[in-house]
DNA sequence: AAAAATAGTTTGCATTGCAAACAAGTTTGC
DNA sequence: GCAAACTTGTTTGCAATGCAAACTATTTTT
């Protein structure tokens, strides 16, 4: 049993549970509600991407620049498999000779 | 709230929930169960003394050095706050507006 | 048209996890 | 009895990662 570590970064965790809640959301959202600079919540998001997590939706606010972000069924499955994990080791159950 | 980093890493979870089971362990049985290196072990027990969680007790065995470790009132406390963190993150109440 | 704001991305540094190399002694084999 | 191999850890060095400052590109304000 392995702890995924995409996910278990807490500013990665807070934004998969997010996701996990609603249709989508937008940078700035996730900006405001966690409270991490921009480069930090951009590059998380990259991360998460790469994963394929989630996916990133790229279109115009008017002429701003509108970036949101989606989670994706892989996202959701690891996301479920991650609280599993912990509470196997919360119960220790993840242990040999148990 | 702020997840602690110290007992966030996986191998010191299990660690600290391996130590808050027992009165204590030492070097070899924490390496057989976990199944890492010596030198990680021997940094990850490092990082949690200093954080002044657990006590590492040298002693002789016969002729060979041996070393174990016992969870402290400190790593206990800090060890359920953890759990509980991570359980407001679980539920989401970790956001504001709730 | 210059200055400030918006919306992100890229770069660079400091920290950390990890294993290989090292240390210090003990036991075994020849 | 001494060299080789084992035990029990620690230290060193590297690669990966989180984080914020600096940058890009465009738009809005003054």
Same mark, same amino acid.
């Given at each position: 049993?392995?702890?995924?570590? #995409?996910?278990?970064?807490?500013? &990665?965790?807070?934004?998969?549970?997010?996701?996990?809640? #609603?249709?989508?959301?937008?940078?700035?959202? =996730?900006?405001?509600?966690?409270?991490?600079? &921009?480069?930090? =919540?951009? &590059?998380?998001?990259?991360? =998460?991407?790469?994963?394929?997590?989630?996916?990133?939706?790229?279109?115009?606010?008017? +002429?701003?620049?509108?970036?949101?972000? @989606?989670?994706?069924?892989?996202?959701?499955?690891? =996301?479920?498999?991650?609280? @599993?994990?912990?509470? @196997?080791?919360? +119960?220790?159950?993840?242990?040999?000779?148990?």
């Amino acid at each position: 049993m392995e702890i995924d570590k #995409v996910i278990h970064e807490p500013a &990665r965790l807070r934004i998969m549970m997010i996701l996990q809640g #609603v249709e989508e959301a937008d940078f700035n959202f =996730l900006l405001n509600t966690l409270g991490l600079t &921009r480069g930090n =919540l951009s &590059r998380h998001m990259d991360k =998460l991407e790469s994963a394929g997590y989630i996916k990133i939706k790229k279109s115009f606010n008017g +002429k701003l620049p509108y970036t949101s972000y @989606q989670i994706m069924k892989k996202g959701l499955g690891a =996301l479920e498999q991650y609280w @599993q994990n912990l509470d @196997q080791v919360r +119960k220790g159950s993840d242990l040999p000779a148990e």
